[in-house]
């Protein structure tokens, strides 16, 4: 290639190297300069300082070469006297560049082929960069393609402007694809990698579902109805939670459409996938009895310090609320948040009383009374002898078969009882070696003193060093189940809350951190002046 070349067809050349790729002329042109500087400086040496310019507008080829301006010269190939230079430029100053033209020259084979490798890499590069820009902005859409080919059951997908790659276990199960057949799927992540931009789609991804119905269903689109959350067993079964913020609009009703027709739009595309349209309630006890459909539910149990429910259904509903191999549960688990425990009727009953046994057991034990007695108290809703010692006496009195003095020595015994089980907590914390002090920090009881002592925990300072998990334990999903990990004070009846307060409270008492000013509460007096 001569610099005497086509000038037009120079510019040609850039206009359809820009439009094949998409990307900007500029970026073209400012690689083929590239290009003739390498080659130039092959020509010329390789520590001459040659710049080449292309005129985009006409296409003139220029070549000039940059020497700085030195009082004393060391290299004539990159430097310059400054009587020279001005001679030049008569304002030209100790490092200053001055450019010297240089004349055109042929290319030979090495160097138009080492040019062009230069144009392709930097092209390569450009269009890399216009496809990450592009794509990375797509995270969370849905994109249509055509399989281009199947490589070890990854499917490659040319989106038009880039390939992306469903992995197969991003794939609907028995789903299969054959080169040329359209795709649509979910963006969930593009990388930069060495090889180029790394776009990833997504068949089963819970988000896939939740954008089709949004393309279904114009209330989502125009944000009338919110899709809350989405549970899905690829390929199986998918539970999805909508509300309207119209009260006029049934969500349920218009995603399933007329005759079914939008709902039915979803399941073909997900491969005959079915949909459970359920309606979002903030009450969380609702949203889960509407979750678990079409299973009816009898009671829930809340614990929402552990996130966890207890749902109670009829004997013959056990299989339908569980659903076939799990699938059910597992899904309402997943769509709501908590983790679900279904039990039949005669399981609660069951286990009812069972918690009444344990119950009247223990007041028989700890008041010394006879088992109609404690049944009684057990019967009446109290839990522990706690309760008992410290209730108002009239509640007690007005026990039927209770009198004013029957509930007096009750309450006596429940609190003498309580005065032995603190000595011999006292007794058991002194053994363990756990310090005085510790027993002043707020919400610290005796029975966590000694299980603080057997934890190792013997100072207000071991106390401030402890997180909240170790005081009440944490959870954790382990293959779709949550594991449950004690803390020291596990079974006591402590709220993160309360055990965060504590620590903190032991901080303060340890010196560590000051304690925070209480805001002052105006008077009405105050508040009026």
Not at 62 to 82: G, K, M, Y
Request: aromatic share 6%; net charge negative; glycine share 6%.
């Amino acid at each position: 290639m001569a610099v005497s070349a086509n000038r037009l067809e120079l510019l040609q050349i850039a206009d359809a190297v820009a439009r094949e790729k998409s990307i900007d002329r500029s970026i073209v042109i400012a690689s083929m300069e590239d290009a003739l500087q390498k080659a130039a400086r092959s020509r010329y040496g390789q520590e001459t300082e040659v710049r080449a310019e292309i005129n985009p507008k006409s296409g003139e080829v220029r070549f000039s070469r940059l020497l700085l301006v030195v009082d004393e010269v060391e290299n004539d190939a990159t430097q310059i006297a400054l009587a020279d230079a001005r001679k030049r430029n008569p304002a030209a100053q100790p490092g200053d560049w001055i450019a010297e033209t240089l004349p055109p020259f042929d290319f030979g084979r090495i160097a138009a082929q080492s040019a062009k490798q230069v144009i392709v890499q930097r092209v390569r590069e450009a269009e890399r960069d216009r496809q990450y820009e592009e794509y990375k902005d797509r995270i969370a859409d849905i994109v249509n393609g055509v399989v281009k080919r199947v490589e070890y059951g990854n499917v490659i997908v040319d989106l038009g402007r880039g390939e992306a790659i469903i992995r197969r276990d991003e794939m609907i199960p028995r789903e299969m694809f054959r080169p040329g057949d359209r795709v649509r799927a979910y963006v969930y992540d593009v990388r930069r990698e060495q090889r180029g931009p790394q776009i990833f789609l997504s068949r089963t991804h819970p988000q896939l579902m939740a954008k089709l119905f949004r393309q279904e269903v114009p209330e989502i689109y125009d944000g009338v109805i919110e899709v809350k959350s989405v549970a899905r067993d690829p390929g199986s079964r998918a539970k999805i939670a909508v509300v309207s913020r119209d009260s006029s609009i049934d969500p349920v009703g218009a995603c399933v459409g007329m005759r079914g027709s939008r709902v039915q739009a979803v399941v073909n595309e997900l491969q005959g996938e079915k949909i459970d349209i359920i309606p979002w309630s903030a009450d969380a006890a609702t949203f889960i009895v509407n979750a678990l459909q079409p299973a009816e539910v009898v009671k829930v149990v809340l614990d929402e310090d552990s996130s966890r429910i207890e749902v109670v259904v009829p004997d013959d509903q056990l299989s339908l609320a569980i659903g076939r191999r799990g699938q059910n549960v597992r899904l309402a688990s997943q769509l709501t948040g908590w983790d679900i425990d279904i039990l039949t009727e005669a399981e609660e009953s069951e286990r009812r009383q069972k918690e009444f046994v344990e119950r009247t057991n223990a007041f028989m034990e700890a008041l010394d009374v006879d088992e109609v007695v404690g049944q009684l108290l057990a019967s009446e809703g109290f839990r522990s002898v706690e309760e008992l010692a410290f209730v108002d006496l009239p509640e007690l009195a007005g026990i039927e078969g209770f009198d004013e003095d029957t509930a007096q020595e009750i309450q006596n015994r429940a609190r003498g009882w309580l005065e032995q089980i603190e000595a011999e907590h006292d007794a058991r914390r002194r053994e363990l070696g756990v310090a005085d002090e510790l027993k002043d920090v707020e919400g610290v009881t005796t029975a966590m003193l000694v299980k603080f002592g057997e934890n190792d925990v013997k100072s207000v300072e071991d106390l401030a060093g402890c997180a909240t998990d170790d005081l009440v334990g944490w959870s954790e999903k382990k293959d779709g189940e949550t594991v449950k990990y004690p803390g020291f004070l596990d079974g006591m009846d402590l709220s993160r809350e309360e055990a965060e307060a504590m620590i903190m409270a032991a901080r303060v008492k340890a010196g560590w951190v000051e304690a925070a000013p209480e805001t002052p509460v105006e008077s009405e007096e105050t508040h009026e002046a």
